[in-house]
């Protein structure tokens, strides 16, 4: 039974199509396995984003929560970092958001937090996914469920509006284009940034879960109403936000999207300034982390693909600033480990402030290397032994070999990430060269050879 919805317990969260993947039945069991999980004691957070279906999957998540001791306090409708950011600042004994990020509108999932705000890690998502197959409960007796509490979403933004603003605050009135893509930042970033004493344009502001504006994902939205209306009003910023404002794309003055990485790099020499710390990004960042932030005596250390491995790595490195290539950044110098970036954005504003330079003449200060992406179908029952064979064959050969996620060729002038899918029967390939000559050398040889492997282990 549920073999069907196997798929959606992922390495990061529960993910699917509601009432299709995720039934109202299914997510209050999923419920029932949390709080057996946390041994039905103790008090417990829920946020949630504004998808259609995120209020019924709070009900029936809430349901089976209680049904095993566990008390519930719920937040309301925010965006996911003020939900991590509510969990951690009471001490909850854990959290729950329910989203489906960036995915399209049919789409919802549940996402657990440590008390710390910090999402859970693949090995304890796994924890969940066994007590919810076998199915063996702690219930609760009928007069010892847990309670249910509806908390004041409006005090919870104005908490972290405050808390916020102590930390970053631009020296002068910035002009920002703000694009929310009718998600859950709508809640929250134009009230910050008005505060911030920002002159804030909007767009999409209205919360609607069918996401009618544009995709939910910033990422592979060409953003053009952005992109005309940071130009068209002489923004100094633009940012388009997910559908759960936990990514934020920047884009500068002239109307161009900003690479993650080089944001990522403007915050951490920034950040380097106040106090001397380690950097953390993930494996499949560009190679000018390393190049523009050595520069400035920082320290990066790399980890896994996914926004929880940043958070575990800064935790455990004691790092100031972590960036993931999804466009979600890290502000740990300011006492938290999950990713905001909503008060990334804000700290953008505040470096600009400070400098008589556009963001694009910054960006301009930092190298663009020609980089390809690719997903090869592999089956899933070879695709880690492909992953294997190709460190194996590298090692052998003298090659230097990082196994942080998959397994990264590391050369002179390029690098090649091999990851199986961790959802998918594919294998993810990311190249980046210091020309593009050797990019499309490089690609033609590792496709092929992927695909040679796959016929071989088949």
């Known amino acids: 039974m549920y073999e069907e919805i196997e798929h959606i317990f992922r390495a990061y969260d529960i993910r699917g199509i509601y009432n299709q993947d995720l039934t109202p039945e299914i997510v209050a069991r999923i419920g029932t396995a949390f709080g057996t999980l946390l041994d039905g004691e103790g008090t417990i957070s829920i946020g949630k984003d504004v ?13 089976g929560i209680t049904s095993t001791g566990i008390n519930v306090e719920l937040l309301g409708t925010l965006p996911i970092q003020v939900t991590n950011w509510a969990t951690w600042q009471e001490n909850y004994k854990a959290g729950i958001v329910i989203t489906a990020s960036h995915n399209p509108p049919e789409y919802n999932g549940v996402r657990f937090r440590h008390s710390d705000g910090t999402g859970y890690i ?19 007796k009928w007069n010892k469920i847990g309670k249910i509490r509806q908390l004041d979403t409006k005090e919870i933004i104005h908490k972290y509006i405050d808390f916020a603003l102590k930390h970053v605050k631009p020296e002068r009135k910035m002009k920002v284009v703000l694009d929310l893509g009718n998600g859950a930042a709508s809640y929250v970033a134009p009230k910050l940034f008005k505060e911030a004493g920002c ?13 009618p504006g544009r995709s939910p994902d910033p990422l592979e939205d060409p953003l053009e109403e952005l992109k005309k209306t940071v130009v068209r009003e002489k923004a100094e910023l633009g940012v388009a936000f997910d559908g759960d404002g936990d990514r934020a794309i920047m884009v500068d003055n002239l109307g161009k999207k900003v690479q993650t990485e080089k944001a990522g790099i403007i915050i951490a020499k920034y ?5 001397r710390g380690k950097i953390v990004a993930n494996i499949s960042c560009s190679m000018i982390i390393e190049e523009e932030l050595s520069k400035v005596g920082g320290e990066v ?8 491995f940043v958070s575990r790595t800064a935790k455990e490195n004691k790092a100031i600033f972590g960036v993931e290539i ?21 700290l953008m504003t505040e470096i600009l402030s400070k400098t008589e330079r556009k963001l694009s003449q910054l960006l301009d200060e930092i190298p663009t290397y020609p980089l390809k992406r690719t997903n090869i179908p592999c089956p899933d029952k070879i695709k880690f032994k492909i992953t294997e064979q190709l460190k194996e064959e590298h090692e052998e050969k003298g090659y230097k070999v990082d196994t942080t996620d998959g397994v990264k060729i590391l050369l002179e002038d390029a690098w090649i990430l091999i990851r199986p899918s961790n959802t998918e029967p594919k294998i993810r390939m990311t190249i980046e060269a210091r020309t593009t000559k050797k990019l499309n050398e490089l690609f033609k040889q590792y496709t092929e050879k992927i695909n040679d492997l796959i016929q071989q282990f088949r």
Do not use: M
């Open 122 to 140: 693949d090995i304890e998502n796994e924890k969940v996914k066994e007590i919810f197959y076998k199915g063996d409960f702690k219930l609760a």
């Open 271 to 275: 950040l380097l300034q106040r106090k």
């Open 326 to 346: 999804s466009a979600h950044y890290f502000l740990p110098i300011f006492g938290f480990y999950f990713d905001d970036a909503i008060l990334a954005s804000l």
């Open 301 to 308: 250390v790399r980890c896994r693909v996914g926004d929880v």
């Open 51 to 63: 998808r259609t279906s995120s209020t019924a999957i709070e009900n029936a998540l809430t349901a």
């Open 199 to 211: 002159e804030v344009i909007t767009i999409n502001e209205k919360p609607d879960g069918t996401f």
